[in-house]
């Protein structure tokens, strides 16, 4: 995929800079010719993703910050502006998870702490950019989840706010639609990468199987018999970013390798 040339030129704000996705979401990104705007609590993970950009020949404007925090999120957005006078697009990737036990069994401060990462963090940085997109003509990314499509109990806590933001995409982009703002999700289900290959290893240990067979156990539900890479998914979400997604908006893709399809 090296050489690519969908984002050329583009600005790109990327939430949630870490391991697995966020690594991939800003290296297929850059290879793209995107320059980043790169945001998380830590500056180390911030500045090795920033090496990673430039090794493309792109810039990384890397900013430390609590999205949680309206004051931070205020100042990221000055600062993405000076720094490169324009935001092409905004990928909402952080998130939290809370614990995995039934909802009706879980405290409610739990609930809130996801609710204002995966939920209230997007809304506002979304209405904080929007001035900048609507120059722009630009698009925003919502990382969503295939467990909306779940209903095992464990999984209730995080799907209550992932299927929240499946509706705050809707709406916003019926709201921002009007300024030339498109608004997409993508929805993976397991990305075979490190967090799940160690995930993976533990349930292989605490069951008697191996790796390859929780593998195979969690491939089997999906049409392609595999699970996707932390790459596949990151070059799905881009196809947002890109020009080539120009007439779509309010969208949610799964990126499941054919797991969940929609009625």
């Not at 939920?119 to 919502?142: C, H, N, Q, Y």
Request: glycine share 6%.
């Amino acid at each position: 995929m090296t050489g690519m040339t969908l984002l050329t030129d583009k600005v790109v704000v990327l939430s949630g800079v870490g391991p697995g996705l966020g690594r991939s979401l800003g290296e297929e990104a850059a290879k793209m010719g995107a320059d980043l705007v790169l945001v998380s609590r830590t500056e180390r993970r911030l500045k090795k993703m920033a090496e990673v950009v430039e090794s493309y020949g792109r810039r990384a404007l890397i900013v430390p910050t609590d999205i949680t925090n309206e004051e931070q999120r205020a100042a990221l957005v000055e600062k993405a502006v000076a720094e490169f006078g324009k935001v092409d697009c905004l990928i909402n990737n952080a998130f939290g998870i809370p614990p995995m036990e039934p909802i009706s069994t879980l405290e409610l401060d739990t609930l809130r702490a996801a609710q204002e990462t995966n939920v209230f963090a997007p809304l506002r940085l979304s209405a904080l950019f929007a001035d900048e997109l609507a120059k722009t003509k630009g698009s925003i990314v919502m990382l969503n989840s295939c467990v909306v499509h779940h209903s095992d109990p464990v999984y209730s806590g995080y799907k209550l706010s992932k299927g929240t933001l499946k509706h705050l995409a809707s709406s916003l982009a019926t709201e921002l639609g009007p300024r030339g703002i498109r608004v997409n999700s993508i929805a993976p289900s397991y990305i075979y990468e490190d967090v799940n290959k160690a995930y993976f290893d533990w349930i292989a240990s605490e069951s008697g199987r191996t790796h390859e067979e929780v593998y195979a156990e969690k491939a089997a539900p999906t049409d392609l018999k595999r699970l996707a890479t932390a790459d596949e998914v990151a070059r799905a979400a881009l196809f947002f970013a890109s020009d080539l997604s120009s007439a779509v908006t309010g969208t949610m893709l799964n990126v499941d390798c054919g797991e969940f399809h929609d009625n």
